[in-house]
């Protein structure tokens, strides 16, 4: 692996994100309108609920840690709809760009916009409502990467469908990650969820984060082995998409890439 | 020596073979024509030469080694430029180039791409969008991007197409100065035949897929026998049409000029039979065949030479 192809690929996606007002959008606007909605409603819901003053303080920090889960994987499906529908895959993949220089370059990206987005959405949350993303301290740590992990398996596993059949498919860029978003209890523990949803759930790498995350708030300590099993399903995703991706891949060099789009 | 080599190259889509076993070399310093109608083959075989599409079979082998197998030394040393494909439109000129610049690893990047942009006359578009560019803007900057890495060989796909001829003519002729100078070797496709002439010193006719021909463009114009006699008729344009058809040439008449397909040895024989039958005609000329009518004979006919 070459870090100047690397560079030279993030790059290319950096460019387009400062060029692209519906990046922009995407990485500031709907962050902030999210905060302001679920905020207030649950400021709101807090006068009704008795003991329970971190009801908003779950809410914000959930939506904070879903935009870590939800940058991984945007940044990987929509920077590869960038490239199919500017028709560019020609120009790369014609230099000596590797396939596995490409995948690290969206990782990158992946890390810098989360870094952006969270500090931004962290900055609103704090104004808005005092609420303090680092009060989890050194536990946010295992909590950022995991996420972004399971950001990058669902957006290299949508990846690999887009390539197989093209744009046609490019909704689920935007719109499949959402098909996790009620297993995987990011405002509500998962006891509410029904017994046959809670087991989909414990398959789920994210459901252990946001669980573990609740329960550094109400009680203030962290089972580890949440994370250990969050860890172990995560890196066995993430091999498998990459492998599902490869293969999608390999499936549209027999097409020709002139044919993708 | 070839710096470029193919053999069997193969390339099935399910029952369609688009290209059959072909095989041929490229040498140093070499302008390869690659000709034939639409959907003949050529591009396909140019995507198969970048290695964005998987041969069905064959080999393909540049400086000695397997693209397979060496992909990313290779490439470094190949670029391309088609008028098939877009560089990102929502990047700057500038942009586009420094991020392809990056992707090549080019050692003094800056003056390199101010070198490029001088050459392709593309200072003033600097800032602009590449969705902003025309045609002849994009093209230009499509060139600009295939010639950023100093490469040993450029695939080049319909690479005047949209240009001003006099843009045309300036690309035509750097291109022939990157030969001379760096001995770059060059594939070149295009559908203006006269061009293909003044740049290529070989030219490959593909057609369904297979090499039909391979010769300089020169040998290939005059393997046809076929030259075009175009006469003014003063008097007896009616004979002169009836002797055509009477003798089977073909013939296209504009007003009182005619313009008839005969074979060059048979001329001097056409203008007697002509001034016996009483024809006279103020204005003669003898269009020698070119590579364009060995092109329209060739996909006419589907000819092996």
Redesign the interface.
Known sequence: M?I??I???S??FW??FR??FDRMTDAFYWPTMDLLLWGLTSTYFRQYIPNNANVVTMIVTGILLYIILWRGQYEITVNLL??LW?????????????FWEWITSFMVIGIIKAILSIAFASGVAYLLYKVNFFMYGFNLIPFLILLIMSGWWIGFFVAGVILRFGTKVQTLAWAFVAIFSPFIAVYYPLSVLPAWAQKVASFIPMSYIFEGAREVLYKGSLDYRKLWISLFLNIMYLIISLIFLRKSF?KV??????KVY | MAILSISNLTKKFKDFTAVDHISFDLKEGEILGLLGPNGAGKTTTIQMLLGVLTPTGGEINYFGKSLGQHREEILEQVNFSSTYTNLPWDLTVRENLTFISYLYNISDRKKRVARIVDIFNLNSLLNLETQELSAGQLTRLNLAKSFINFPRILLLDEPTASLDPDVASYIREFLLNQRKEFQVSIIFTSHNMAEVEEVCDRVIFINHGKIIADDTPESLAESIETSHLELVVKDGLKRTIEYCQNNNYQYKLDNRAIVIDVKEKEIPEFLRSLMDKGVFYDQISIEKPSLEDYFLEITKKGRIK
């Open positions: 070459k100047h192809r560079y030279a690929v790059l290319r460019y387009y060029h692209s960038g490239d500017n028709r560019n895959l020609i120009n790369i993949f014609a230099s000596p760009l590797k390999d060099l027999e097409k020709g890439l002139v």
